[in-house]
């Protein structure tokens, strides 16, 4: 943790060093194609970085990695919640055509089982990912990509088709049920190593944590922080790569996601005597969130100790010598949260976008995405293009000489991305553009389409319009003065709109 905090207290910044020549092509042989390092974390708004605009928390690491690649300005989630942008980003598809669409919990009305002085559910986890339609990290390891995985699932419950052992992860540590990971001081964490004789995934107990209750003033006698173990283990198995074979590293980091809290070190303490006047909240047991003192503090402290991980992981591939040959993204799965006693008002989180969680406003489903690639995205960089989480699968295809098509189960087995290659390499001339962008969330019976400059929401079947170009902030409502535009994006609203029993939306 002291070389953790030594990073945000004027530590050195860990450079990103050039060191392969520009352009494609390069040679697909196993030691020569560019590991991957996809950092996403929870709940970070459009607006949480420095180098996004945020004038009162510190992020040097990440604003480090943005100057040295490449920062998108109009990049997207695949969905306003958490389960659904994971399932859009692992599969390759929008939420009108993808399994999951909703965080739908396979933990309710289960038996309790006990640990130490607390009780827990029995089964924990979400809806799964079809397990007949391919996801990432199993086209990453038939490449021949070592894959690991470090942080939430959230792609399938305990003993489904869908746990990461059965979906091309080598490895993995963290939480499978994002329900469980709103404890930082879990019962809990859930592993898949096996080398360690693992044959599933399993449960790790954390002794320390479990001789005190999970909620009161007892809980923060808990001492083995989630998000610090985590990260270690993420630096851990990066540590153990030995350059034979490329590696897939999945960091789906917790942080800045409610609860708020976090060690009280020198991190934290840094942050309190800054908000000297801050706010408490009283917690809300059903939701597993402790009560809290100093809440800015609190958010933005973990913010800057998730910029301090960043800043760690770069660390650790320069280390290794895997510095030069590895492609860092960087981004959050959804707009900024009010949970948890979190104030996104204060921070003015949302970038000056409108709308937060659950919302297909901007505000919810605008993300930071970042690119650093050495010698190939050209440092300093700031792009405009629109991409969404489900173009992901097919740049990674092509970065690797493939084509997603060819992963398909069968005609109804759509894929919904277009690779943004050629925009990391310069090449826009060559990039092709979405017609379209699509989201539908059923928690909030919405839908999203962007064309263009114009933004469709339908809330309950009722369609609003919006013009990008003038009204950013989507204040003013334009259908009546378009109707033309309106039946057209409705259309692609019908056309896009894959009925799935588990998860609906009232398509107008």
């Not at 089982?113 to 391919?134: A, C, L, R, T």
């Not at 399993?202 to 001492?223: F, S």
């Not at 290659?421 to 090449?427: I, K």
Request: proline residues 5%.
């Amino acid at each position: 943790m002291t070389n953790l905090i030594k990073l945000m207290s004027g530590g050195r910044m860990f450079a990103l060093a050039g060191g392969l020549a520009a352009g494609l092509p390069f040679s697909y042989a196993a030691d020569n194609r560019p590991n991957v390092i996809y950092i996403m974390c929870d709940d970070m708004g459009y607006g949480d970085l420095g180098c996004y605009g945020q004038p009162y928390i510190s992020t040097p690491n990440i604003d480090s990695l943005a100057r040295r690649g490449m920062r998108f300005t109009q990049a997207y989630a695949g969905s306003p919640v958490s389960a659904p942008s994971r399932a859009s980003l692992m599969t390759g598809q929008h939420t009108g055509h993808c399994e999951v669409r909703g965080n739908k919990e396979y933990w309710r009305n289960v038996p309790m089982v006990e640990y130490g002085v607390n009780k827990d559910f029995s089964v924990v986890g979400q809806h799964p990912y079809d397990p007949e339609h391919i996801i990432i990290p199993e086209i990453m390891k038939k490449k021949g990509y070592a894959t690991g995985m470090f942080g939430k699932w959230a792609g399938g419950y305990e003993g489904s088709a869908s746990t990461p052992d059965k979906r091309g992860i080598d490895e993995f540590y963290g939480y499978i049920c994002q329900f469980q990971a709103h404890l930082y001081y879990p019962n809990f964490l859930n592993r898949y190593r096996p080398e360690l004789g693992d044959t599933a995934v399993v449960r790790v107990v954390m002794q320390e944590n479990v001789a005190h209750p999970m909620y009161g003033d007892e809980y923060l006698k808990r001492k083995q922080y989630s998000a610090d173990m985590i990260h270690r283990e993420a630096l851990d198995w990066i540590d153990r790569q030995d350059g034979k074979k490329p590696f897939f590293g999945l960091l789906t980091y917790t942080l800045p996601h409610a609860e708020l809290v976090q060690p009280n070190d020198s991190l934290l303490r840094r942050y309190k005597k800054k908000f000297f006047v801050d706010k408490t909240w009283g917690g809300q047991e059903s939701s597993r969130y402790n009560a809290t003192e100093h809440t800015h503090a609190q958010f933005a402290a973990m913010i800057s100790r998730l910029d301090a991980y960043v800043g760690e992981v770069v660390a650790k591939l320069e280390e290794k010598g895997f510095a030069d040959n590895t492609i860092i993204v960087f981004t959050s799965d959804n707009g900024p949260h009010e949970e948890g006693g979190a104030d996104p008002t204060f921070f003015g989180r949302d970038g000056k976008l409108k709308g937060l969680k659950r919302s297909c406003h901007e505000g919810g489903i605008r993300v930071p995405f970042i690119v650093s690639w050495p010698g190939k995205v050209a440092a300093g960089t700031e792009n405009e293009h629109m991409l969404a989480f489900y173009d992901v699968m097919p740049t990674l295809c092509e970065l690797l000489g493939t084509n997603v098509g060819k992963f398909a189960n069968g005609k109804d087995d759509e894929f919904d991305g277009i690779s943004f290659l050629p925009t990391l390499l310069g090449n826009d001339k060559k990039q092709k553009r979405h017609d379209f962008l699509y989201w539908e969330f059923d928690e909030t019976d919405q839908i999203g389409v962007r064309q263009n400059d114009w933004k469709l929401i339908v809330k309950r079947g009722k369609a609003e319009l919006y013009d990008l170009s003038t009204d950013l902030h989507e204040d003013h409502d334009v259908a009546s003065m378009h109707p033309d535009i309106v039946a057209q994006m409705i259309e692609i609203v019908r056309r896009e709109h894959k009925p799935n029993p588990y998860f609906s939306v009232t398509v107008p």
